[in-house]
């Protein structure tokens, strides 16, 4: 299956469009919110395309991006959205609206496994085992190939994915317990935000 991966500088063309339910994740420098810092945002409709902007780390000046984000019209799939919307939120100083996370809705509609990983969920749905070999590479410099393919690896398949899992929740009665758990997406990225790391619901 061949895909159109598009590298963009600083933000994503106004002419672009990606329709109302896109798949968006990030690439950092490391997972530290206080030490590391966004590098890339990917985009995809879902439709074999992705768009990776490769952010300006002295304005992160990204109107379009920005907009595109903070549409509450737009639903954007994320896997894990916990750190990728705690590093766009700290980056970008936008709000994200109508977030959806496939790590979620895997954790409560597969209960008959413990592996909820994009890699894992690729597979299973997808029918590709992809290399996650790349995961720590320098995401802050010029980037190889390799490295833009393995990028839009993580975005290229979450629309589909987010409808498979969608038909488990509804199948297992679950997608109300789903919708109620991502609600709390926000407060736990504001958590996150304000240094609190340890499970608040813990004894």
Same mark, same amino acid.
């Given at each position: 299956m061949s895909s159109n991966i598009k590298l963009h500088k600083e933000d994503l063309p106004a002419?672009?469009? $990606?329709?109302?339910? &896109?798949? *968006?994740? @990030? +690439?950092?420098t490391g997972l530290d919110l206080n030490r590391d810092r966004l590098c890339l945002i990917q985009l995809s409709s879902g439709k074999n395309d992705a768009h990776i902007i490769k952010l300006n780390k002295n304005n992160?000046? @990204?109107?379009?991006?920005?907009?595109?984000?903070?549409?509450?019209?737009?639903?954007? &799939?994320?896997h894990y959205a916990r750190s990728d919307c705690a590093f766009i939120k700290k980056y970008l100083e936008i709000e994200i609206?109508?977030?959806?996370?496939?790590? &979620?809705? @895997?954790? !409560?509609? /597969?209960?008959?496994?413990?592996?909820?990983?994009?890699?894992?969920? !690729?597979? +299973?749905? !997808?029918? =590709?085992? =992809?290399?996650?070999?790349?995961?720590?590479?320098?995401?802050?410099? +010029?980037l190889s190939d390799k490295q833009l393919s393995y990028c839009a690896n993580d975005v290229l398949y979450l629309v589909? =994915?987010?409808?498979? $899992?969608?038909? =488990?929740l509804k199948r297992e009665n679950r997608l109300d317990?789903?919708?109620?758990?991502? &609600?709390?997406?926000?407060? /736990? *990225?504001? $958590?996150? $935000?304000?240094?609190?790391? +340890?499970? !608040?619901? @813990?004894?």
């Open positions: 002419e672009i469009h $990606l329709g109302d339910k &896109i798949a *968006v994740d @990030s +690439e950092f992160y000046n @990204s109107p379009n991006l920005k907009k595109i984000l903070n549409d509450k019209k737009v639903k954007k &799939i994320f609206e109508n977030i959806e996370c496939t790590k &979620i809705m @895997s954790k !409560i509609g /597969r209960s008959y496994s413990d592996k909820h990983g994009l890699k894992d969920l !690729i597979k +299973e749905f !997808i029918g =590709i085992d =992809i290399s996650k070999q790349l995961q720590s590479s320098d995401f802050g410099g +010029e589909k =994915i987010y409808d498979s $899992l969608s038909k =488990i317990l789903y919708n109620e758990a991502k &609600i709390f997406i926000k407060t /736990r *990225v504001n $958590l996150d $935000l304000a240094s609190f790391k +340890e499970d !608040i619901w @813990s004894h």
